[in-house]
Every structure is written in structure tokens, then in C-alpha cells.
């Protein structure tokens, strides 16, 4: 007897996705602008940076830890690429004997920034047992003070044309800084569903000493969470810096609450062992819906982060209820 379609299920499994959908057709009611071309390439275009932090940071709550630093990292990283991609002719430029380079080399200067930063995160909170929280935070306020430092808090601007091809340009009809953002949703995908180390993560996320005793070597995989997590705010800078055409010390102010809440509201649980890419992806652009929204309809910026604050509150409490009942 062939089986029913089960609508309960196939609705509560993919809610957050009915939420995104909901909010897209209010808005275009509300707004006749929003769903217009421009309107909705701008959105993919400035959540996609949040959306690579994100699939970065969310490897860090699945461990039942977190990551303030992407935030701070994103400045780092910007200034630390456009100081190296600025244009030969410009007089103002950072290092003005520096020869002429391929952009990859700075590219991987900032990403190497990235996850050297990471792994310092990853050493303190594995093995020096400090909360992800604190550990995060002192390295968020010295990434931010090394790109003051390096730049004396002044922008680094006049970036070579191929280098803001990154952030600006276009590969037929879709802009590069998206499609960079579905590789990494794809490669953070395939590592969370298909690879050893994936298993781990939501093993030690659900409980870390059942972890121990099966074997896992549960500090050295905190320590590729984070690295991974920073590799993603490096890029995330790298690309702000390409997209904006300079870098700047002031960069990526709150970018990682931006990040942590794309995370929650798509279902990531900050009692670890519970993430879903595809839930992700919806949270990241159910929240630039929002913000773009809000926009569009003249609401106060003010009153934005209210709307904001509100709703991860309510994801994490509706999560910690689902979590209770399944206790």
C-alpha cells in the first residue's frame, strides 16, 4: 500500500523555508520595489558576505561554543589585502615600494591571517578549558586593535580593478561575491553531511566526553572549527574590501551577531549537535529579507534592531523548547 504523503512532517522539516517564503510575499506587497532585480541582486550581493561568516560560525555553536571574532577579522583582513592590491599610481599608497603582485598573494596573506587567528582560538578553548565566549572576545578586541594599528585607523582605498572584480564584478548574469558564497555553502555542506570530521563535530556538539570515549580526539577537532570559522571571516574581509573598494579598520562592526544569528534562526542549536545547512541558508536570508524590508518600508534604524534582537530571541527559545521536548 503506497505510504501518504506526510505533510506534518514535510512542514515542520522545512518551516523555516514557509517563514522566508511568507516574508517575500508581504514585502512585495508592501513594497513594489522589492521584488525587482536590482532590489534582490543587492540583497544576495550584501547577505552573502554575512553568509560565508556564517557557514563559518556555525560550525563553532554545533561544538556548543561560539565565535565573536569574525567581526573584528573582517577588518583585519580587509585592510591587510587592500594594503598590498592598492593601485601603482596612486601617491597615497600604504607601501609605496611595494612591487606589483598577483592578487592571490594577498588573498592568502588574509586567509592565512585567518586561521592562524582561528587556531589560536581553538588552542585557548581546548586546551586552556577557557569558555568560547571569553576567548572569542579577547581575540575580537585584538584583531580590531591590529587593523587600527596597521593602518593608524585611516582607510586603505584606490584598489586595483581585477581585486574589486571580487566583490563588484559579474560572471555572466550572477555576481562572483555569490557564487563565492555557494561554493563555501557547498564545501561547508559536504564537510558537515560527508566527512569524518563532520561526524565528530556533532558528536563532541552533543555531548564531548561520550566523544572522548569513542575515540575522538576532541581538541584537535575544536581547533579546525575555529581555524575554519576564521578562514571564513578572512574571506568575508577580503571581499568587503573588493566590494567596497578600500579597506578599513572600522569594517565588519557586528558582522559576527549578524553571523551568529543567520546561524540560530536557521536552526543551529546552542546546545550543540543540531545544525542543518539548507536551515542556514534560509536563516541567513530570511534575516537580509528582513533588514532590506524594513528599508524599503522607511522603518527607523533603530527600531531595525529591535525587530532583529526579537527574533533571535525567539528562535533560541523556540529552540530550547524543541530540545526540551525531545529530552
Not at 514585502?27 to 550584501?46: E, G, Q, R
Not at 536563516?283 to 529579507?289: A, E, F, K, Q
Request: net charge positive.
Amino acid at each position: 500500500m503506497k505510504k501518504s504523503f506526510d505533510w506534518k512532517k514535510f512542514i515542520s522539516q522545512n518551516s523555516i523555508w514557509l517563514v522566508l517564503i511568507v516574508m517575500c510575499v508581504a514585502m512585495t506587497i508592501l513594497s513594489p520595489s522589492f521584488l525587482t532585480k536590482a532590489n534582490i541582486t543587492n540583497v544576495l550581493m550584501t547577505e552573502s558576505i554575512i553568509g560565508i561568516l556564517a557557514v563559518g560560525v556555525m560550525w563553532c555553536i554545533l561544538s556548543k561554543g561560539i565565535d565573536l571574532m569574525p567581526g573584528a577579522m573582517v577588518a583585519l583582513t580587509s585592510v591587510v589585502s587592500a594594503s598590498m592590491v592598492q593601485e601603482l599610481t596612486y601617491s597615497g599608497r600604504m607601501f609605496p615600494n611595494l612591487p606589483d603582485m598577483p592578487i592571490f598573494i594577498p588573498i592568502i596573506i588574509s586567509m592565512l591571517v585567518g586561521c592562524l587567528f582561528g587556531a589560536l582560538n581553538g588552542w585557548l578553548i581546548a586546551y586552556t578549558k577557557i569558555p568560547a565566549f571569553i576567548a572569542t572576545l579577547g581575540t575580537q578586541l585584538i584583531a580590531r586593535a591590529c587593523a587600527q594599528l596597521y593602518t593608524n585607523a585611516y582607510p586603505v582605498p584606490t584598489l586595483k580593478a581585477n581585486f574589486k572584480f571580487l566583490g563588484q564584478g559579474y560572471l555572466g548574469f550572477i555576481p562572483v561575491v555569490v557564487l563565492i558564497f555557494v561554493i563555501f555553502v557547498v564545501i561547508s555542506g559536504f564537510m558537515l553531511t560527508q566527512t569524518r570530521f563532520g561526524a565528530n563535530v556533532y558528536a563532541i556538539g552533543g555531548n564531548d566526553q561520550a566523544a572522548r570515549v569513542a575515540g575522538i580526539n576532541v581538541e584537535k577537532n575544536l581547533i579546525k572549527v575555529y581555524v575554519w570559522s576564521g578562514f571564513c571571516a578572512a574571506v568575508g574581509g577580503v571581499l568587503l574590501a573588493a566590494r567596497s573598494g578600500a579597506g578599513n579598520s572600522s569594517m565588519g562592526l557586528n558582522y559576527e551577531l549578524d553571523a551568529i544569528a543567520a546561524a540560530t534562526v536557521g536552526g543551529t542549536s546552542h546546545t550543540g549537535g543540531v545544525c542543518r545547512i539548507s536551515g542556514v541558508i534560509a536563516g541567513i536570508l530570511i534575516l537580509g529579507v528582513l533588514k532590506n524590508g524594513m528599508l524599503l518600508l522607511g522603518i527607523s534604524a533603530y527600531l531595525q534592531q529591535v525587530f532583529k534582537g526579537a527574533i533571535i530571541i525567539l528562535a533560541v527559545v523556540f529552540d530550547m523548547r524543541k530540545n526540551a521536548k525531545k529530552n
